[in-house]
């Protein structure tokens, strides 16, 4: 049968996290000691009264269709939230739930953006920006920054790089793949950028807000003058353990949101009835079960990091935020394995530690940074500790190789 594929769909990759994970399966059911860390989802259980609360949604009857925008008394929730702990008024017409975060990111970047858009994301990046860009229509450019500068960008750079096409510039603080956070006066300096050019959203991805180590998150929508122009995206899968639960959402002003609304209405209408009941519940969740969860990621990167610093080659700044290491290793590139392969860039060198070593770790490539790798430290300390070991003899059996 001879057809061809929506080109905009087939500009699109399929997704390298999800690739790596898949592989690492495989190699697992075939009896092989795999420790995957490539997978971006806590390894915390849901909390007990967060579960308690969807089976009782059950119980009670609570399983038909919602409004496509959500619970009226969730979209309160989220709107007391964002008041209470980021310092932002909205409106429960401003706020959409969705089928997770992930959806409020493609269908924030499909309300605004079309052909002969540009949308400006900082590299590193999450895996699905440039290929929701993409599917919209419209032309993902990027701003590369590196391990020297924590992986953050500047309001200078982000000037130079701003065009009359551009319609969205994106930031995840905390961020996925790095960790990195954005100061307040380093998004303070940007606001001043973005407020001089009226035609330009930001699209600020803050998942990962409560998963902080030490520092401050800052709700970029707070910031004088961004309420109008900023596309918040948050939910509830990183602090509260729910990424099964598939319950994220997105706060923006009123015309956004009826045009996110619209589409989410004509694909998946709106999230399950009884994830929005346990996500009721977690809105009002004393932190102590987040502290927990926080204090031991904490202790994980720290150990984490140490480790990898002790191997010669390897650059790694120390995150502030989410549960990623983002180590520069091109300086294993140019080596030849063991078994006498070349290890060329972050792909080659993330298939020889997971096909030898059995460590599984997400290239940069998948980033748009070919020169690091991501390792999610969402792990036991056991396995983190033997997979540690694992890397610094396999990276060791490379600089042998290449003498």
């Known amino acids: 049968m001879n057809f061809s594929i929506n080109p905009y769909v087939a500009q699109m990759r399929p997704s390298?996290?999800?690739?790596?994970?898949s592989r690492a399966r495989e190699l697992q059911r075939e009896g092989k000691p795999v420790i995957a860390l490539s997978a971006g989802e806590p390894d915390f259980p849901t909390p007990r009264i967060v579960s308690e609360a969807g089976m009782m949604a059950i119980q009670d009857g609570h399983t038909t269709y919602t409004d496509v925008a959500g619970l009226l008394a969730l979209r309160q929730g989220i709107a007391d939230k964002l008041a209470r702990e980021n310092g932002v008024e909205y409106s429960p017409d401003e706020i959409l739930c969705c089928n997770g975060a992930?959806?409020?990111v493609a269908q924030g970047i499909l309300a605004i953006c079309g052909p002969g858009d540009d949308v400006l994301i900082p590299a590193p990046y999450w895996v699905s920006y440039p290929d929701m860009t993409l599917l919209s229509g419209a032309t993902p450019r990027f701003i590369q920054t590196t391990a020297q500068q924590d992986y953050r960008t500047s309001a200078e750079e982000i000037e130079r790089h701003?065009?009359?096409?551009?319609r969205i510039l994106v930031l995840c603080s905390p961020s996925n793949p790095t960790g990195s956070v954005y100061s307040r006066p380093e998004l303070e300096a940007i606001a001043e950028v973005v407020s001089r050019h009226d035609f330009l959203f930001v699209l600020s991805d803050e998942i990962y807000e409560r998963i902080v180590f030490g520092v401050d998150h800052v709700c970029f929508a707070s910031l004088p003058g961004m309420r109008e122009k900023t596309?918040?995206?948050?939910?509830?899968?990183?602090?509260?353990?729910?990424t099964g639960w598939r319950l994220g959402y997105m706060a923006a002003p009123r015309r956004v949101i009826d045009a996110a609304k619209k589409i989410q209405s004509q694909t998946t209408s709106g999230p399950s009835?009884?994830?929005?009941?346990?996500?009721?519940?977690?809105?009002?969740l004393d932190s102590e079960s987040i502290d927990v969860m926080v204090s031991e990621f904490r202790r994980r990167r720290d150990f984490v990091h140490s480790e990898l610093l002790k191997i010669e080659g390897i650059v790694c700044p120390?995150?502030?935020?989410?549960?990623?290491?983002f180590p520069n290793v091109s300086a294993f590139y140019g080596t030849i394995t063991p078994d006498g392969m070349p290890v060329t860039d972050s792909e080659s060198l993330c298939l020889y530690l997971l096909e030898?070593?059995?460590?599984?770790?997400?290239p940069g490539s998948a980033f748009g940074d070919d020169n690091g790798l991501r390792i999610s430290y969402a792990a036991s300390m056991d396995d983190l500790t033997e997979a540690t070991r694992r890397i610094t003899k396999g990276l060791a059996a490379l600089q042998r190789a290449a003498q």
Request: hydrophobic share 50%; aromatic share 10%.
């Open 231 to 242: 596309i918040t995206i948050n939910g509830f899968s990183k602090a509260f353990a729910m």
């Open 162 to 166: 701003l065009t009359e096409r551009t």
């Open 102 to 104: 992930k959806q409020a």
């Open 318 to 325: 120390k995150p502030d935020g989410a549960f990623y290491l």
């Open 273 to 284: 009835n009884i994830s929005q009941h346990a996500g009721l519940k977690a809105l009002v």
């Open 356 to 362: 030898k070593c059995f460590v599984a770790l997400v």
């Open 16 to 21: 390298k996290t999800l690739a790596i994970s």
